[in-house]
């Protein structure tokens, strides 16, 4: 079995060699960066396996350097780490594309933990590898690409998680407390307003018209779900208002 590579971006010295000899210890191979532009260099020129990036960095901060990686079209998962309590912070580090977050201080065994749980979904993930077509929808998740009429979306890491995860039970609800659990993963509890600006963003990409949408449909009150074609034809969208002349 190949050994995971992960990426420590951390200017705080004595802490990221902590972090390399456990990580190390609990069999990973680690490479450890100072400044938000070396950590830019090798997240975009080497492949890891995953990436644990400090909030606060010299040259290029945490949240630029997510938003750097993820337009690269690079799905590497990310654990933000951060010594910032507030909920802004840690919601704005996931709608950059944050996979998980830590807040410092924190134990170096949780943060193994957190790594190991990761590439436990990454695992799971990988395992749920069937092409699926719904409408002119299709979502390969061995190739983590997804397209419409045959055009390439470009998704984020988490939209594209989240959208495969709607199509392999398509027209099951889910709640927003269960795509936190089942997308997001451990430590997202009470961040629900995170998935509804996740679904707005993939509708905007997906639909032709986010305002009535076609394939990721809100069950009010419930949730959400993405529209099953076993289930008749795709909704209709509501017709246009009649104006009303008035003599």
């Not at 400090?54 to 630029?64: A, E, N, S």
């Amino acid at each position: 079995m190949n050994t995971k590579q992960i990426l420590v971006v951390d200017d705080e010295l004595e802490l990221a060699r902590l972090v390399e000899l456990h990580l190390s210890d609990a069999g990973f191979e680690v490479t450890l960066a100072h400044d938000g532009p070396r950590g830019l260099e090798l997240a975009t020129s080497r492949e890891f396996d995953c990436l644990i990036l400090d909030l606060t960095l010299p040259g290029l901060d945490g949240l630029d350097l997510c938003q750097q990686v993820r337009r690269q079209a690079i799905y590497t998962p990310i654990l933000m780490l951060t010594a910032r309590s507030s909920e802004g912070d840690r919601v704005l580090g996931l709608e950059v594309g944050a996979d998980d977050y830590l807040t410092k201080p924190f134990s170096v065994r949780e943060l193994v933990a957190r790594v190991r749980a990761i590439f436990r979904r990454v695992e799971v993930m990988a395992r749920k590898e069937e092409a699926v077509a719904v409408g002119e929808l299709r979502i390969d998740s061995a190739k983590r690409r997804a397209t419409l009429r045959d055009k390439a979306l470009q998704l984020t890491a988490k939209e594209f998680d989240l959208l495969a995860h709607f199509a392999r039970n398509p027209g099951r609800v889910y709640s927003r407390a269960e795509l936190l659990d089942q997308v997001w993963g451990y430590g997202y509890g009470g961040y629900e307003h995170t998935v509804n600006s996740h679904i707005n963003r993939l509708r905007a990409k997906i639909e032709e018209d986010p305002a009535q949408p076609r394939y990721v449909l809100t069950v009010w009150g419930i949730g959400y779900k993405l529209f099953d074609p076993a289930e008749g034809d795709f909704p209709q969208p509501a017709p246009a208002a009649i104006p009303v002349l008035v003599d």
